[in-house]
T-cell receptor
Framework: GENVEQHPSTLSVQEGDSAVIKCTYS??????FPWYKQELGKRPQLIID?????GEKKDQRIAVTLNKTAKHFSLHITETQPEDSAVYFC???????????FGQGTELSVKP | SAVISQKPSRDICQRGTSLTIQCQVD?????MFWYRQQPGQSLTLIAT?????????ESGFVIDKFPISRPNLTFSTLTVSNMSPEDSSIYLC???????????FGSGTRLTVV
């Protein structure tokens, strides 16, 4: 069945450094790849997403890259800040409105 | 994006009882989903709530345990039946609309079974 693997499970960086989280997916029909940020006790919030017709997308300090051939995608956060500390989830889905399968999550800690 | 009202926000229930969780959206959405998130874990899809027909369940989840209703395009319920402590978790609804790939989550229901 569909599966999304996410690494690392925990990541600790110094404020100002970059953070990279990687995901691989198994369903070759997947064409939508969102990233969610979940702070403690809160709902997941969409921070960026990418569709399969592009290889990279940026939004200020956040970028996502996609390699469809290798079936992997990554989240890049530059100039990290303590408020970036949270759990980040990648997900993969097919077709507009299809179900999303989530990765296991990465707990990011940004130390001041 | 859609605004979701999910109720209750939390509950403590006795084992063997059932709890129904409601998800109300402020606009018509095409797809509604129910997820479970156990403490410190990822989100696991329980089922897709289909309007006017039976929900589509993922492997490991069955209708007798998690009956779902979706009478219209803005409302769905998930019932957790015959609860045991293993059902203690956060349950979240998620929706997506017709014109966007974006998916929005409800605020979640924190369920504790004692």
């Amino acid at each position: 069945g569909e599966n999304v693997e996410q690494h690392p499970s925990t990541l600790s960086v110094q404020e100002g450094d970059s953070a990279v989280i990687k995901c691989t997916y198994s369903d070759s029909a997947s064409n939508y790849f969102p990233w969610y940020k979940q702070e403690l006790g809160k709902r997941p919030q969409l921070i960026i997403d990418i569709r399969s017709n592009v290889g990279e997308k940026k939004d200020q300090r956040i970028a996502v890259t996609l390699n469809k051939t290798a079936k992997h995608f990554s989240l890049h956060i530059t100039e990290t800040q303590p408020e970036d500390s949270a759990v980040y989830f990648c997900a993969a889905g097919r077709n507009q409105g299809g179900k999303l399968i989530f990765g296991q999550g990465t707990e990011l800690s940004v130390k001041p | 994006s859609a605004v979701i009202s999910q109720k209750p926000s939390r509950d403590i229930c006795q084992r063997g009882t059932s709890l129904t969780i409601q998800c109300q959206v402020d606009s018509q959405v095409t797809m509604m989903f129910w997820y479970r998130q156990q403490p410190g874990q990822s989100l696991t899809l329980i089922a897709t709530a289909n309007q006017g027909s039976e929900a589509t369940y993922e492997s490991g989840f069955v209708i007798d345990k998690f009956p779902i209703s979706r009478p219209n395009l803005t409302f769905s319920t998930l019932t957790v039946s015959n609860m045991s402590p293993e059902d203690s978790s956060i349950y979240l609804c998620s929706v997506t609309g017709t014109r966007s790939y974006g998916y929005t989550f409800g605020s979640g229901t924190r369920l504790t079974v004692v």
